[in-house]
Every structure is written in structure tokens, then in C-alpha cells.
């Protein structure tokens, strides 16, 4: 009786092997799908079955996410949803996966950048990309990238049609910008942001400067037109057909000028007391 209670396993004692090797096959499953996976990726990606290819790398990221095989289908699966199969969502979900797990701080500094980029240039998903603009400016990075960030931040606000928030984000970039560095694409946006609302004293003011310190940018980004549409709207009808006179040569589209010089001309032949007037 004693003899066959010592031969006896005791259940107890039994179920921590049985744990540790049930751990052991589903880790190394776990490794096995994740590796299959990725090959199935690869596979895909090389047949230009990019749309298959992105559901494994999925696969293989969320299969075991720390690893370093989930880093690399998470690289070459944004990759290919970014560039190749416009799937910008998809991509800034494997970018995210990056951020988390990549310990190369330029990696996810970059992924960063990407996320702010699709937000603002492929989905035009602008309160987003205000968000992601802002947490790049908590990260490492050049002065050149402090502007570019505000710089489409300033952008965002105004696509979203809070142009008080535009204004002041510009405000605070042109502090930023030395007084022998290219300021004219912050000014043309700052008048451009004083048009819209109507402050049409400080937009002419812009515009005038820009004309005079940037002519060939000025005439290249219409400028000219916008002085033409700041005078218009002050009711100072002939110093807009001035301007206009004055590019209509060199202007790609003189036709269309002529068209607006010739519609303000009847609108100043219309206003009281202008009867009679010759052209």
C-alpha cells in the first residue's frame, strides 16, 4: 500500500511542468506564425500583391509586437501602404507601431514626420494633422523643421477656417525668421489670412511690400491679384484696374485679365455720379 503511494504522481506537483511546456509550444507557435507570416508577406510583396502583402505583415506585427520581425514587416508594410497602395491609414497605423516599439530614436522621429505629413498632404485630415505638427515640436529637430511644422500648422488652422488661429500661429513663425532669410511665402499667407477677414488696410500694406522687395515671386504666386481683389473690395476700383494694367503683359493668362479690368471698368462707369465718363 505504501509502495504504490510513492510510484503514485502527485497532480499537484505535475501542473507547473505542464504550464511552463504549454508556454513553451504556444511561444513557439506564436514565433512560427509570426515567422510564417512574414515570409507570406514577403512572398506577396515581390508578386506585387500588395494588398495581400499588407494583411501579413499585419499579421506578423500584431502576432508578437516587441520583435524584431514585427519592426520590419511594420517598415516595409508602411512602405508599401504608403507609397504604393495609398492606403494612408493603414500606413500611419504601422508608423504607430514604430513610434512604440523601435528603439532608434531617428526611426521614430521619422515616423512621426510621416504621420504629420499623410495627415496633412494625402488625407487633408487637418485637426489631426495639427496634432501630430505640435507633438514634433516637443522632438528633436532643426530650426528649419521648427518653421516647416508651424508653417503647416498655420496652414491647417486656416483649412479649417479658424483664421484667428492662423493668424497668431504666423505671427509666432515670422519671429522665428531672421531678418536676411525668404520671408515671402509667411507674408503672402499672412495677407492672404488678412484678406479673408477682411482687413483690408494691413492686407494691401502686405501686398504692396511683397511687390516691391519680391517681384518675381510676387508676379510668379499673383500677388498682383490679390492687391487687384484688396482694392476692389475697398471700393477703390481704379487702383485695381492699375494693378491689373500693369501685369496684364506678363501675365500667363491675359485674357482673363482683360476680363477683370473690363468688368471693374463698368462697375466704375455704375456708381453714382460716374455717368458720362469715357474709358
Partial sequence: ???KTKNKAN???CWPVILLLSALILSGCRFNYQTLEFQRAEEAAEKQQFTKALKHFDRAVKSR???EIALEAARRGSRIAHLETAEFITAISFYRHLILYSSDEVERIDAQKKIASVYFEKISDYASA????SRLLYLPHSKDEEKFFRFNIAKSYFYLNN??????EIKDLLKLVSDDEDKFEYLAFRGNILLTTKKLEEATDIFIDLMKNYPEESLRENVPLSLAVAYEEKGEFDRAVAVLEKVKKTHPSPEFI??????LRERIENLPGAKGLTK
Avoid at 495639427?130 to 505638427?133: D, N, P
Avoid at 482683360?258 to 468688368?263: A, C, F, S
Wanted: no cysteine; net charge positive.
Fill in 130 to 133: 495639427i496634432r501630430e505638427y
Fill in 258 to 263: 482683360e476680363l477683370r479690368i473690363k468688368r
Fill in 11 to 13: 497532480p499537484i506537483r
Fill in 163 to 168: 483664421f484667428y488661429q492662423a493668424s497668431s
Fill in 65 to 67: 509586437p516587441r520583435t
Fill in 1 to 3: 500500500m505504501t509502495g
